[in-house]
C-alpha cells in the first residue's frame, strides 16, 4: 500500500538518494542541499508531497509558487515503482493544493534528453511552449549534480 503526505525535511535523505537513482535528475549543491530544499519547503509546507511503502520514500514531488504561478520541481518515482499511478497521484495531490492557494497556472521544466520525463508530462497534459525561451542567470556559483 501507497501511502502519501506533505514532505517535511526529515524527508530529505531519502528523497535525495531517490533523485539519485533517477536517470535525468539536474541536481546542484545550492538549491538541492538540505538546507536549500530546508529554505524551499518553509515557503511552500503545504505544496510538496512524498510518496511512502512502509515508510520508505518511493516518490516525491517539489512545488511551489510565486503568488501568481505555480512551479513543479523534481518529480521522481523509484525505478522499481513507476508504471503503478504513483508519480500521477503525486501530481494531482501537487495541483490540488497549488490551486487551493489560488494558484491558476503551473509550469515546469524538462530536459529536452529526458524522454521519459517529457512523456510522463506531455500525458498528464502539460503542453511545450514553443513561443518562449527559458533563460536563466547564476546569482551564486553552484556545483550542478547530473544522474
Known amino acids: 500500500m501507497i501511502a502519501y503526505r506533505t514532505m517535511d525535511i526529515s524527508d530529505y535523505e531519502q528523497v535525495y538518494d531517490l533523485w539519485l537513482s533517477?536517470?535525468?535528475m539536474g541536481l546542484n549543491n545550492l538549491d538541492d542541499s538540505e538546507e536549500g530544499i530546508q529554505r524551499f519547503l518553509n515557503r511552500n509546507p503545504k505544496t510538496c508531497f512524498v510518496a511512502l511503502?512502509?515508510?520508505t520514500v518511493i516518490g516525491v514531488i517539489i512545488a511551489g509558487n510565486d503568488g501568481r504561478r505555480g512551479?513543479?520541481?523534481?518529480?521522481?518515482?523509484?525505478?522499481?515503482?513507476?508504471?503503478q499511478g504513483i508519480a500521477t497521484e503525486l501530481v494531482n495531490k501537487a495541483m490540488d493544493a497549488l490551486k487551493k492557494l489560488g494558484i491558476n497556472k503551473t509550469?515546469?521544466?524538462v530536459f529536452s534528453k529526458n524522454t521519459?520525463?517529457?512523456a510522463f508530462w506531455e500525458k498528464s497534459g502539460f503542453t511545450s511552449r514553443q513561443d518562449l525561451v527559458y533563460r536563466n542567470k547564476t546569482i551564486t556559483e553552484?556545483?550542478?549534480i547530473d544522474t
Open 107 to 109: 509550469a515546469l521544466v
Open 71 to 83: 512551479y513543479i520541481y523534481h518529480t521522481a518515482v523509484d525505478p522499481d515503482h513507476r508504471h
Open 53 to 55: 511503502a512502509e515508510q
Open 142 to 144: 553552484m556545483v550542478r
Open 116 to 118: 521519459d520525463g517529457n
Open 22 to 24: 533517477c536517470a535525468g
